[in-house]
């Protein structure tokens, strides 16, 4: 079992409609929880950050850690089509230094907002 | 403005060739790491520098080096003996006594090999 899996999509939506992303994982380590925005053929751009479990809004952006189902997700309301994108989720333990210490990523949803 | 600048955007690689791919930060961040894109892999860690003078290798090190001897910069050398280097190079640096060490990145640099 992979550390972090996330649904590659690709998700196409509606403008306007409620989008929901997801990354499960199995370490029950991890504590700090990311969600990355990455346009096509640019670098990633931190969206959400997250400590231990708990939600966190953001304008349009909720993210939602449930560590017992070790499950998080983001949501974006009121979805643009500027929101169109890859989103990548990432994850790591307490731990600094290391191997450890490093960020583990999921591999991307790919999200499409038609106009 | 403070940031990461990577350059080139785009590197063209011939056969037997070693290519070195620069990363630049200007946020004070005391830790660098460099990640290899490919189509539906995700981001795999190549090699990661906590400190100056020191880093580490990660998941996919071998056919690359890198340097670390001032804490601003942090080059990547695609070597010969990396047979496939076609990807999408991004540079990332955190702070750790920040906490989270939540990474920033740069915009990326994309090989190619002729």
């Known amino acids: 079992q992979k550390e972090v899996e996330q649904d590659p999509g690709p998700l196409s939506v509606p403008e306007g409609a409620i989008v929901s992303l997801n990354c499960t994982y199995s370490?029950?380590?991890?504590?700090?929880f990311m969600w990355y925005r990455q346009y096509s053929r640019k670098g990633p751009e931190l969206l959400m950050y997250t400590y231990s479990s708990g939600n966190k809004e953001d304008g349009r952006f909720t993210a939602q850690v449930d560590k017992s189902s070790k499950y998080i997700s983001l949501f974006i309301r009121d979805s643009q089509p500027s929101d169109s994108a890859t989103y990548l989720c990432a994850m790591k333990g307490l731990n600094y230094g290391g191997s450890q210490g490093n960020l583990i990523f999921g591999k991307g949803t790919k999200l499409s907002v038609k106009p | 403005d403070g940031g990461i600048t990577q350059s080139p955007k785009y590197l063209f690689r011939k056969e037997g060739q070693n290519v070195t791919l620069s990363c630049e930060q200007n946020l004070n961040h005391d830790a660098m790491y460099w990640y290899r894109q490919d189509p539906g892999q995700g981001l795999r860690l190549i090699y990661y520098s906590q400190i100056v003078n020191d880093f580490q290798k990660g998941d996919i090190a071998e056919g690359y080096s890198v340097s670390r001897e001032k804490k601003e910069s942090f080059p990547l050398t695609v070597t010969s003996a990396q047979k496939n280097p076609t990807a999408f190079y991004l540079c990332?640096?955190?702070?750790?006594?920040?906490?989270?060490?939540?990474?920033?990145f740069g915009p990326g640099t994309r090989l190619l090999v002729l």
């Open positions: 370490n029950s380590a991890f504590q700090y």
């Open positions: 990332a640096s955190s702070n750790p006594r920040g906490g989270a060490e939540t990474q920033y």
